[in-house]
């Protein structure tokens, strides 16, 4: 019989385990359960996540019957929330408008910066100036961004709104 077409006799290991099959691992005929595997079990020697045994190990508190809702961050209650108190931005007090296009695709935006307000009026104050003009807009990190050329028209609401304005760059 040639070679190739020998029938195939597994050679006996010295522990007295059956060959491993080509998908990677033995099944115990008896049982059904798997036995060792060539690859390794990427679960093993992990740490095992215990779950809290408490509700104060959960978070913190959400919401109270005595005082509403409580602030995530500070763990206060909303009205008397600390971390959403931002501080006035350092500056002159003098906000500067400008018109800008480097960065845009040629797009033409007018930026007002130095607005001496917190987050919430500011946003309050961006609304405010979008609908003044008729056009889109954002706040990004304290700048209000208004789309188009409306460096003249936002100096007049801004001096009416009662602000220190004035015309910056070209």
């Known amino acids: 019989m040639p070679l190739h077409c020998a029938p195939?006799?597994?050679e006996p290991s010295s522990s007295g385990a059956p060959p491993l099959p080509e998908w990677g691992f033995a099944v115990d005929a008896l049982t059904g359960a798997q036995s060792a595997s060539r690859y390794p079990d990427p679960y093993e020697d992990k740490p095992v996540?215990?779950?809290a045994s408490s509700f104060a190990a959960l978070s913190g508190l959400v919401y109270s019957t005595d005082s509403g809702r409580h602030c995530p961050d500070c763990a206060q209650p909303v009205a008397a929330c600390i971390c959403q108190n931002s501080p006035l931005p350092e500056g002159d007090g003098i906000a500067r408008v400008r018109r800008e296009t480097k960065g845009r695709g040629g797009k033409?935006?007018?930026t007002v910066t130095g607005v001496p307000l917190a987050e919430e009026p500011l946003k309050d104050l961006a609304s405010a100036l979008k609908k003044r003009c008729g056009c889109g807009g954002s706040l990004k990190d304290g700048v209000i961004e208004i789309q188009g050329d409306h460096v003249e028209l936002l100096l007049?609401?801004?001096l009416k709104r009662g602000f220190k304005a004035k015309k910056s760059g070209g």
């Open 8 to 10: 195939f006799k597994p």
């Open 49 to 51: 996540v215990k779950k």
């Open 108 to 110: 033409t935006v007018t």
């Open 156 to 158: 007049a609401e801004l």
